[in-house]
């Protein structure tokens, strides 16, 4: 038999010598980065001729690894949307940590596939599990799995109540076949991933109620009352209520005691979307506000927003794992399991939802809890509360700014003051365009009751009170520029 010509080497260097030197230098132009979060600017608009730099088609010949770095470092890593740094309050962007990257590095390096069979990194991620299930007060039977984010996992928490309430055929017969028509529900402050969720699962995003918040943006349970009698009476079939606990727009809490307690009279299923706000139960001051969040038959939330874990990690955890697992097994001979040896350990994370290839992202979880501790973490959550408790009240003291909804955790929200409410709506946009450009602070916006606000939402551990009153000095400055 001929056998085939031999590859030079494989995609592995000759000189390993070389590539270590390479590669401390690529650690350490990241430390140095890191180590610099209060120094650079936020954000900086790409110049054209990087935009371009983006658009060459793909080389046949190698590239020194040396060189790929360098335009990583001149291209790329300038041009971020600078959420590691200390004025960064956009959008809910967590600000990672050097010892996530470090962790994050040894997962690469160990290469796991965590869709299954039997091996230490899937132990890792099942301790996990339990130390989540703690936290949260879960019963024993509760189970839990990381995805990539809250938008996996409140899409996994909707399949898995559709697989209950109407029961396995769905898997095979498909939701067209059935006559049930369920119905969901949730505040009009909840994020859209929930309606994705809804379309996803073939259950239609109109088929998700809307309903109104109350002064403080939370959920009114007595108006949620009324429409799932009224869905009840038209035919309907209410099967799921998505509390949120830290709304994205102003960083509201349900009601989760007075929701468990309706969801338990009226036997639907209550989902909580924590994706930040979920984490503050690591804090003892915060977390008597998330009382009743214990009752929840799902919960969703993210390590890359509040735990400062890189992304992505979110993790979703259900109260009853035989739920989880009739949602997700499927069987092939491929995938045969064993007793003992490299298939054994059966159930598998590839059981427990829709993906079967997953990455080690449990490592840079659990290499951040335990490197800092429930307790470090717990008072990075809280001074990030407390931090926007000072920005309320400067914004409180400043007549020409005006606080637009109660601060519960760590979003603030407000605008500069115009004469009228149309000319309030064209300066504080332009107004947050120039804060963004400036390089100095970072805010993102929402509209609030049709008044257009600046939100900063403060969830990265590097912001301090100093960014704060930046953020105070440059509204301020830039305002006068603009009216
Ligand atoms: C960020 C967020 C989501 C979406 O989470 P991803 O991790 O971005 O998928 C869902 N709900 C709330 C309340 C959020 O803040």
Redesign the pocket.
């Given at each position: 038999m001929p056998c085939p010509p031999p590859l030079h080497h494989s995609l592995d260097p000759t000189d390993w010598q070389a590539l270590r030197t390479q590669g401390h230098k690529m650690l350490d132009d990241m430390f140095d980065y890191l180590e610099a979060a209060h120094e650079q600017p936020v954000w900086q608009a790409m110049p054209d001729a990087i935009y371009q730099s983006f658009q060459q088609p793909l080389n046949d010949q190698a590239t020194p690894l040396p060189d790929v770095h360098e335009l990583f470092m001149k291209t790329i890593l300038p041009y971020s949307i600078g959420n590691t740094r200390s004025g960064f309050m956009g959008?809910?962007h967590g600000g990672g940590t050097a010892v996530g990257m470090l962790a994050e590095m040894l997962a690469a390096g160990v290469n796991a596939n965590l869709g299954g069979r039997y091996q230490a990194p899937i132990e890792v991620e099942r301790q996990l599990s339990r130390w989540v299930c703690q936290q949260f007060k879960f019963p024993e039977t509760a189970h839990g799995l990381l995805v990539?984010?809250?938008?996996?996992?409140?899409f996994i928490s909707v399949l898995i109540a559709r697989t209950v309430y109407l029961g396995e055929t769905v898997r095979t017969a498909g939701v067209a076949a059935g006559t049930t028509r369920l119905v969901a529900y949730t505040s009009s402050s909840?994020?859209l991933?929930?309606g994705k969720a809804m379309d996803m699962a073939g259950l239609g995003s109109h088929c998700l109620r809307s309903i109104p918040v109350n002064a403080k943006y939370q959920f009114d349970v007595v108006a949620l009352e009324h429409a799932i009698k009224q869905d009840k009476q038209a035919g309907l079939c209410p099967f799921f209520i998505a509390a949120?606990v830290?709304?994205?727009d102003v960083g509201a809490i349900d009601p989760l005691a007075e929701l468990a307690a309706l969801a338990k009279r009226e036997q639907l299923w209550l989902h909580v979307?924590?994706?930040?706000?979920a984490l503050a139960i690591l804090s003892d001051s915060l977390a008597p506000q998330l009382q009743g969040i214990e009752h929840a038959d799902s919960l969703?939330f993210?390590f890359?927003?509040w735990g400062q874990v890189p992304y992505?990690a979110?993790f979703v955890l259900i109260r009853q794992h035989a739920q989880q697992l009739a949602t997700f097994t499927s069987s092939a001979a491929y995938l045969q399991r064993s007793t003992s040896g490299m298939a054994a350990g059966s159930p598998w994370p590839c059981d427990e939802g829709p993906e079967l290839s997953r990455n080690f992202m449990a490592l840079k979880v659990w290499f951040t809890l335990k490197v800092y501790g429930r307790t470090n973490l717990g008072n990075m959550i809280a001074h990030s509360c407390a931090l926007a408790l000072y920005l309320k009240q400067l914004i409180e003291h400043t007549p020409e700014l005006e606080l637009l909804a109660p601060v519960t955790l760590n979003i603030v929200c407000y605008r500069y003051r115009c004469t009228t409410e149309a000319e309030a709506n064209r300066v504080n946009q332009l107004l947050v365009n120039a804060l963004q450009n400036s390089g100095i602070t970072a805010p993102s916006s929402t509209y609030l009751q049709g008044k257009f606000a600046i939100r900063a939402a403060l969830v990265n551990h590097r912001t301090q009170h100093r960014d704060i009153d930046n953020l105070l000095h440059t509204t301020l400055t830039l305002a006068k520029h603009l009216v």
């Open positions: 959008w809910v990539s984010g809250t938008s996996m996992a409140n909840a994020h991933s929930i949120t830290g709304t994205v979307d924590g994706a930040f706000g969703a993210d890359h927003k992505s979110g």
